[in-house]
């Protein structure tokens, strides 16, 4: 039995995100593996001598007893000395603390570690330094997996690093990255790191064109889609009830989006395309408001003039609904109860939600761009993304379908049981054999 170190840098946020449930997943498929797993995570929380202590600042969302003068002296320390090895300490989980609030957030752990600040101190030093820093550990693990390009290592083990796409440098208008630092940040790791995993072959293409990456050192593994028995199985009738009773809409009688109200994720073009359609299904929302959000979403707002009069945006207003989050069991019901799920997105590095949807029966209107084509193949209702015509006729066609959309929710069902966690598994099996 080996053991396996993963961060928890997207783990810790609270409403999570695609990279959180990779992370998750993957924490789940270690462990059915047989390794032991360790999870990493920058809270922040304090170094309490006190086992106890350490448990309850862990898992209290409210601490912050780090005192301000000692960031400002630590970050001249760094100007001085160079980089520092960070530190992490183990955090007792005894039961004495009830975290059953955090259960469907946690991954499966055998240890949990914790560095306060460690993420946001690390890109602190990189900043400064341009280099990654060490992370020191009570017990080093056999391997470090990162699921996310940070600028940390494990001295003396392979290190491996999961990157899910370059958006930052494809489609730089959609982010908030530092574009420098990122790049710069991945040819670091390209120099440090034994081994790169990604998750589609359209990834795996922009990682070699764009940042040098020699192909040999990228592994696609793809990602696994997984929902729980009870969820899948759960009574029809009272996932109608549930979702009903959420947005007011019937069950099979709404349209629905989930993710970051983001730019990356064409939210605009959508509720143009959406509007424009002229439909009755009314479009239901799912995601917290991100970078841009209001600008993606000012077809809905009072002040917008591209279609007309108040009464009618009044009415298209009604058609709409935004809900910022959806916790995991509640979403799987509203994805279940939808008529069709509508991802026009500009780009993905693998597209976890189109196959979400299709593991639940429902069919899917998504991109022909990126990842999207090699993940959905023929089982979803393709566009072009930046054509709001047709994803106007998109949704016209499923909306008055009904063969249309049988026919492309058997395809789905098909598609995503090519996804399963037994493939996902035996990939991550063979990738590890190379590296322990």
Known sequence: MSSILIDGYNLGLEKGTGVATYARNLSYELGALGHEVDVLYGNRSNYARDPLLREISFFDSSADERIKILEILEQVEKAVHGPLTFKAKQVPVTGKVITDTFKSRLPHFDRLLNSPDLFQRSQSAFKLWGRPSAIRLPEKPDLAHWTYPVPLWVKGRPNIYTLHDVVPLRLPYTTLDHKRRYLKLLRQLDKRADHFVTVSENSKRDLVELVGIAPERITNTYQSVDIPQKYLTKPEDQVAREVEGLTGFDYKGYFLFWGSLEPKKNIGRMIEAYLSSKVETPLVLVGAQAWKAEQELKLLGETDT??????????????????????????????????????????????????????????????????????????????????????????????????????YAKRGLEQAALYSPDAYRAKLKTLYEKLL
Do not use: H, Q, W
């Not at 029966?361 to 022909?368: E, H």
């Not at 990126?370 to 072009?384: K, Q, T």
């Not at 930046?386 to 106007?392: E, P, R, S, V």
């Open 306 to 407: 591209v279609y007309g009069s108040l009464e009618r945006r009044r009415g298209a207003r009604k058609r709409v609904i935004r809900l910022p989050y959806a916790p995991f069991p509640l979403l799987v019901s509203l994805i279940r109860g939808a008529k069709g799920a509508l991802f026009p997105s500009l780009y993905e590095g693998f597209g976890l939600p189109v196959l979400e949807a299709m593991l639940l029966g429902t069919p899917v209107i998504c991109s022909n761009t990126s990842s999207l084509p090699e993940v959905a193949g023929n089982a979803a209702l393709m566009v072009d993304p930046y054509d709001t015509g047709a994803i106007t006729a998109a949704i016209r066609s499923l909306d008055a379908d009904g063969d249309l959309r049988a026919e």
